[in-house]
């Protein structure tokens, strides 16, 4: 009898293994039927490199270019798996959020490459992110926006949040299928969109950044 243990372990451990595959690629065909008809309203496409793999869409909000992917990150102990929206914005300005409390802490050596590529920290009193820009003063400034503090304040669920050559990029931990439905979609859509304007209305040169700065 004992020496059946083994194989019955394993054969429990396949079966185990066998579910969460056939959950998991049911959950990803249920999300690509969902891009599909969200492409249809961003006059865009939805697409993926593999039948089993998670899908992607790309077209057009508000007259912006869109993308909408997955991403799997890694801090000190876990992956996670992670929605990300990104959305074209016009505004020179670079500047990096990463979630305080969140899965996003870097771990200790990518702390410096960090510093390379996206430049310092910036101190912001009262935002729940870290913030860090090649600009530290020109992000200090804008971050301390009333308005622009209340859109970030509300997106504390946002692991990371990039305003880069053009593209603002959010990405959160996906929580499930609900999450990319059409609607769900549409409201998370809205809600980056928001945020960008914020920033543009902030871009060099214009009134309210000349106003704030006299």
């Known amino acids: 009898m004992i020496s059946y243990i083994p194989l019955t372990f394993f054969g429990v451990i396949a079966a ?3 579910g969460f595959f056939v959950h998991g690629f049911v959950n990803r065909q249920k ?3 969902a891009f599909t008809e969200l492409a249809s309203g961003l006059s865009g496409a939805a697409g993926r490199s593999a039948i089993w793999a998670y899908p992607y869409l ?3 909000y508000e007259g912006r270019p869109v993308k909408i992917f997955f991403h799997t990150a890694e801090n000190h102990t876990v992956s996670v798996l992670n929605l990300v929206v990104e959305l074209g ?3 020179p300005d670079k500047v990096l959020l990463l979630q305080k409390n969140g899965f996003r802490d870097p771990k200790p050596d990518q702390k410096a490459k960090l510093e390379e590529e996206v430049g310092p920290s910036v101190p912001v009193p009262g935002l729940p992110f870290d913030v860090r820009s090649q600009d530290p003063a020109r992000a200090a400034l804008i971050m301390r926006s009333p308005d622009l503090s209340r859109e970030v304040g509300a997106m504390t669920s946002y692991n990371q949040i990039l305003l880069w050559d053009g593209s603002l990029i ?3 931990q996906f929580e499930g299928v609900a999450e990319t439905l059409p609607d769900a979609m549409m409201g998370t859509l809205a809600r980056i969109f928001s945020l960008a304007k914020r920033f543009e ?4 040169g214009t009134e309210k950044i000349g106003a704030q700065s006299a």
């Open 201 to 204: 209305e902030l871009a060099p």
């Open 89 to 91: 914005v016009s505004t």
């Open 58 to 60: 790309s077209g057009s």
């Open 31 to 33: 999300i690509f039927a």
């Open 16 to 18: 185990i293994g066998l």
């Open 170 to 172: 959010a990405s959160k």
